[in-house]
């Protein structure tokens, strides 16, 4: 104890806290990578608003506005315009703004230098795609019809997820590649790609259920990309209807969106599956994530499929909800995609093409959308940024999610955040996130001041421990007095708590209880927990009233009465005019009391008794505990005369009163002997002065 003490009161430990304080309340930053808030911007653009995003369409390093809006006559219309906001060009539709779904995406389909911009637009019940090429020829795309549109309750039933641009024929020309679901009105639900030099629009076959595009794989090496995704049940459709939407279907697509297998029907309404090919030194495989959360006590499963969805091998995992808990997404490091499992809690696996799974990340929520990866701080490897609704926060992972920062970030809209990548030439580039009309820019890098934090906090350290040592040698003796005190509380408390006590008191009471005896049981119950209750409510205080040790005292007796029966008797009396709020130390009485019993009468054959008198004389109060026992001689002939430690608890407890409380007080230990000389107990004189 006295070592532990001395540890936790060096300087060196206690340096630490102040040390750490310090550190906290000196705003000097040393994370290796830190986000920076360094602008913020009002979109407003004329009377609807507009959409934001900053992109480099002729890859100079500088990036333009792209302005996606509502026209004055309420159609789609897109302003580009340079950095300093000069004028570049504006393009106007016939048909209207999406507003719920994803509706821009950028690309360079020809490879040519000079990136697009593609936009969905409507009109009336007609979906069209459109794109231009801001810096080069102009219009690509204008009014392109892709499909008709149903309504529900007289709106228009539909979404699309975020378009793509892959080369699938293989011709050096990439197709606008995306996916349509209907909702209520069934149809359609499909993948399209759109050829932008013939204008053709393609679909995958009729199916009922909803898929999206995540990934596209050559998986069989023949040159050609196959589109990988997530599917989810919607319980819309007849089980009837082809490729139904209560099951999952392990589904792949080719390049023609011709099915590359025929799909496998995975079934469980409220369901969701995603796809993910992995590289292996067997072949392309590919892993899924069958995750249920329906009504079934079904749990989810990796699984492990070969190019053709043929199920190789799959491995359950367990989720404390029925909720939806796990989502799994391939992230590309160093060119090689890495699956990654990711969960509510914040925990994040890697999982190998054997379906192994090992973690990579423990901490702050990640959510497993990545809005974008670029090479934020111009280091040479790109980095993933994450935004999660669950826990308000910006996220970038480095390599293999080695390091995450995060910034505190509040929705200003119920719609998803707009994010792009504004490029400011040789200055650092921005984050931009747009929420309702606000925009705020972030930069992302390394911190300068990063190399500085060990010797600042060293010396912050230093600073500490000279102060903290200074103060110790001014108090070192009061702590050695405070250190004494605290010991001893620690034992006379212990010595309250004594392990055997405690437990013959509890096997007595249960012995009472078996036997039927109620009055005992409560009595011995009633007795302990007075005993329990005094040592734990003021084990702080060393002294208490002489009432209140009599008490105790006598409670103590009760208890081992119980244990014990007929083997004592016990009296205790005092004067009228003794004063019971006199103070004394704890354990006084008991202690010696305790030695009585457990030394002097219960190793003895005949019955015992304790008498205990409490007077006055003319130097104070006395207190008398004569017992009847086998005296002190033959307790050691025995050896159940015991340590000593108690005498010397008290010896130590005396000294310390008398040191506080300026009174001494001394006790006497007399052997008793009867007519004959033979050992007949032992009486213990208590001296308290006035």
């Known amino acids: 104890m006295k070592k532990f003490t001395n540890i936790i009161t060096s300087p060196f430990l206690i340096s630490l806290p102040i040390a750490v304080v310090l550190i906290i309340f000196i705003p000097i930053d040393f994370i290796k990578y830190k986000f920076d808030l360094i602008d913020q911007l009002n979109v407003n653009y004329e009377k609807g608003g507009a959409d934001l995003y900053f992109y480099d369409f002729d890859r100079d390093g500088t990036s333009e506005r792209c302005y996606i809006y509502s026209n004055s006559i309420g159609n789609a219309a897109i302003k580009i315009t340079r950095n300093d906001r000069s004028l570049i060009e504006q393009w106007n539709f016939d048909g209207k703004l999406i507003n719920e779904s994803s509706r821009v995406s950028f690309g360079d389909y020809d490879d040519n230098g000079k990136d697009e911009v593609y936009l969905f637009s409507l009109k009336d019940d007609s979906l069209f795609l459109n794109a231009i090429e801001p810096l080069g020829c102009g219009f690509l795309l204008k009014n392109n019809l892709i499909t008709t549109i149903n309504k529900v309750g007289g709106k228009l039933d539909f979404s699309i997820g975020n378009a793509k641009l892959i080369d699938l024929d293989n011709n050096v020309y990439k197709e606008v590649v995306f996916n349509i679901n209907a909702h209520f009105s069934l149809q359609p639900r499909a993948i399209y790609k759109l050829d932008i030099i013939t204008k053709r629009v393609e679909r995958t076959p009729d199916a009922g259920t909803m898929i999206g595009i995540y990934r596209a794989e050559d998986i069989n090496d023949d040159g050609y990309y196959e589109l990988f995704g997530k599917i989810q049940t919607t319980g819309n459709l007849p ?3 082809p490729y139904h939407d209560s099951s999952v279907w392990i589904m792949v697509v080719d390049h023609n969106l011709d099915f590359f ?3 496998v029907e995975l079934p469980g309404y409220g369901a969701s599956l995603t796809l993910e090919p992995v590289k292996s030194n067997k072949g392309t495989r590919i892993i899924a994530l069958y995750d249920y959360y329906g009504k079934e006590n079904i749990n989810p499963q990796l699984l492990l499929c070969n190019e053709k969805g043929e199920l ?13 808990y796990f989502s799994l997404r391939a992230i590309t490091w160093d060119k090689n995609p890495y699956v990654y499992l990711f969960t509510r809690d914040g925990t994040i696996y890697n999982v190998s093409s054997e379906l192994d799974y090992k973690i990579v990340y423990q901490g702050e929520y990640i959510s497993d959308y990545i809005y974008l990866k670029e090479d934020f701080d111009k280091d040479g490897e790109d980095e993933a940024l994450f935004i999660s609704r669950k826990n308000s926060k910006i996220q970038i992972a480095r390599f293999n999610f080695e390091q995450v920062n995060s910034f505190d970030f509040k929705w200003k809209s119920n719609r998803n955040p707009l994010i792009s990548f504004k490029q400011n030439g040789p200055e650092p580039s921005n984050i931009a996130i747009q929420t309702g009309n606000e925009m705020v820019l972030f930069e992302y890098g390394f911190n300068k001041w990063y190399y500085l934090k060990i010797p600042y906090f060293l010396g912050i350290y230093i600073l500490s421990f000279l102060l903290v040592y200074v103060i110790q040698l001014a108090q070192r003796y009061r702590l050695r007095q405070i250190h004494k005190m605290k010991e001893l509380q620690f034992q006379v408390t212990m010595n309250q708590l004594e392990p055997h006590f405690i437990l013959n008191a509890l096997n007595s009471i249960g012995t009472s209880i078996l036997e039927e005896d109620k009055n005992q049981a409560y009595t011995g119950f009633s007795k302990f927990t007075n005993l329990i209750r005094s040592v ?3 084990q ?11 008490e105790l005292t006598e409670d103590y007796l009760k208890v081992r009465k119980i244990r014990h029966k007929d083997k004592f008797d016990y009296s205790i009396s005092y004067d009228e005019d003794i004063d ?5 130390p704890k354990m006084t009485i008991r202690n010696f009391v305790e030695n009585a019993l457990k030394h002097g009468i219960l190793p003895d054959t005949k019955k015992g008794e304790l008498m205990i008198k409490v007077f006055k004389n003319n130097k104070g109060l006395q207190i008398s505990i004569k017992d009847n026992g086998i005296g002190r001689q033959k307790a050691r002939e025995l050896k159940t005369s015991g340590t000593g430690k108690g005498l010397e608890m008290m010896d130590e407890l005396f000294k310390w009163f008398a040191k506080n409380y300026k009174i001494k007080i001394n006790y006497q230990i007399t052997d008793l002997n009867d007519m004959n000389g033979n050992p007949a107990g032992t009486e213990v004189i208590i001296e308290i002065p006035n």
Do not use: H, N, Q
């Not at 702080?540 to 009599?550: A, F, G, Q, R």
């Not at 019971?580 to 004394?584: A, H, K, N, Q, V």
């Open 239 to 241: 089980t009837t209807y």
């Open 261 to 263: 297998f025929e799909p």
């Open 312 to 324: 190789i091998k799959k491995k359950p995992i367990l989720k404390p909800y029925k909720k939806r």
């Open 536 to 538: 734990l409510s003021d």
């Open 540 to 550: 702080d205080s060393m002294v208490i009233t002489l009432k209140e040790e009599l």
């Open 580 to 584: 019971l709020e006199t103070l004394i």
